[in-house]
């Protein structure tokens, strides 16, 4: 072969590999042409459910990062258990937790019921997360979409992939790097914390059953421990118990986070241990002092956990019910 035509034959495999590279990736605009309203009709079910119940919008966004963590956002977090499967949803680091399955369903049903078998349930979860930061008066940002839903679902798997409150610096590092996140992505994404709320089971220890020679997280701010105390008696064995995070503005995605952080009031380890790290307790100073920078930064990382491990193209599934798997 002469040199010109081997030039030829490489260029074709080079368009013919970024032509392929481009069907698997994401489409900003996916249902444009196949289901005009997807995402407002989504935005429509996530406002129906903040104004029923505003904690609905925090719960939205931890099941975007609870789903896109555990085998990519492919939906796998909505799957029912079976007889004879244990899924996701039913693990401790999900049940009793994990919020905001209904706003998905109402979705789903309405969706199906325009356009069925077109809008996967994946997508439908990343929508609902940015809605819900933008109901809570985050900066909104376009959601690239095109994912398809998976077909498998297991517990164990959130063990490994979803980090537990009691993460130090380090483990959180190591565990978001395993996802291709820079440690100041992780801060970023941390910042999710401005909403919602927390089972009490999830900072228990830091009170009442610390360590050797302490009871209580002497990182913990002695008045914030008190009346986490009085909220939380020990002994106090109800699974069912919650308080705010973030009790400035539980319901608005702002930057107070990193301000609790810097009184000492994050709510779990693994929010207070930011300050243990010089880098980490630089990027909790900026974030608290510059809002929009912190609002811009999260928009992009929250678009960048939309991609991890994403099916697209024929892989996958587009589920008729979010919580189970196409027969
Ligand atoms: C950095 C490691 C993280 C840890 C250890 C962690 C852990 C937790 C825990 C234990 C809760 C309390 C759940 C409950 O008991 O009701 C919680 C709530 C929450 N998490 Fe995280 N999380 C982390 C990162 C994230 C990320 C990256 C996001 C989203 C981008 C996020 C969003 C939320 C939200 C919005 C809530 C409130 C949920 C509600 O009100 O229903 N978290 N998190
Ligand atoms: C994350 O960890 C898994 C399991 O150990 C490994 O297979 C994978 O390659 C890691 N990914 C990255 C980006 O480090
Ligand atoms: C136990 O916790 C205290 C207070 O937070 C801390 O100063 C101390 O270093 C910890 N001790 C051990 C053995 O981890």
Redesign the pocket.
């Known amino acids: 072969m002469r040199p010109q035509n081997l030039n030829c034959v490489s260029l074709v495999l080079i368009v013919a590999l970024l032509c392929q590279s481009v069907h698997s990736q994401l489409q900003v605009g996916f249902y444009t042409t196949s289901c005009t309203l997807a995402e407002l009709i989504v935005k429509d079910e996530v406002r129906k459910g903040f104004f029923k119940n505003p ?1 609905v919008a ?2 939205l ?2 099941l975007h ?1 609870h789903d896109c963590f555990v085998r990519g956002c492919d939906a796998s977090v909505l799957i029912d258990s079976t007889s004879s499967n244990k899924a996701e949803k039913d693990s401790p680091a999900n049940n009793p ?1 994990l ?1 905001g399955f209904e706003v998905i369903d109402s979705a789903k049903a309405r969706l199906e019921a325009v356009c069925r078998g077109v809008v996967s349930c994946a997508d439908i979860v990343a929508f609902a997360a940015r809605d819900s930061i933008e109901i809570t008066k985050g900066l909104g940002y376009i959601v690239p979409a095109g994912r398809r839903d998976g077909r498998i679902s297991q517990a164990s798997d959130t063990f490994t992939n979803l ?3 009691s ?1 130090n610096v380090d483990q ?1 590092s190591k565990l978001f790097a395993n996802k291709s996140f820079t440690q100041e992505e ?1 801060v970023t ?2 910042g ?2 401005t ?5 009490c089971t ?1 900072f228990s220890n830091r009170l009442y059953n610390f360590n050797r020679t302490s009871r209580q997280d002497q990182s913990l701010d002695p008045p914030y421990a008190a009346q986490l105390k009085q909220q939380y008696p020990q002994g106090n064995t109800s699974p069912n118990l ?1 308080v705010p ?1 973030n009790p400035a503005s539980p319901a608005v995605t702002d930057t107070s986070y990193y301000a609790d952080i810097l009184t000492n009031r994050g709510l ?1 380890t ?1 929010d207070q241990t930011l300050l243990t790290n010089s880098a980490t307790a630089n990027q909790v100073n900026q974030n608290a002092k510059m809002p929009f920078l912190w609002r811009t930064k999260f928009a992009s990382a ?1 678009v960048k ?1 939309g991609k991890l491990e994403v099916l697209t193209g024929n892989t996958g599934e587009i589920r008729a019910n979010c919580r189970v798997i196409n027969s």
């Open positions: 904690g925090a719960g966004v931890r990062f937790s919020r980090p537990p409150p993460f959180l992780m994404l941390s999710a914390h909403i919602g709320r927390s089972h999830a919650v995070m779990f693994s929250m956990m």
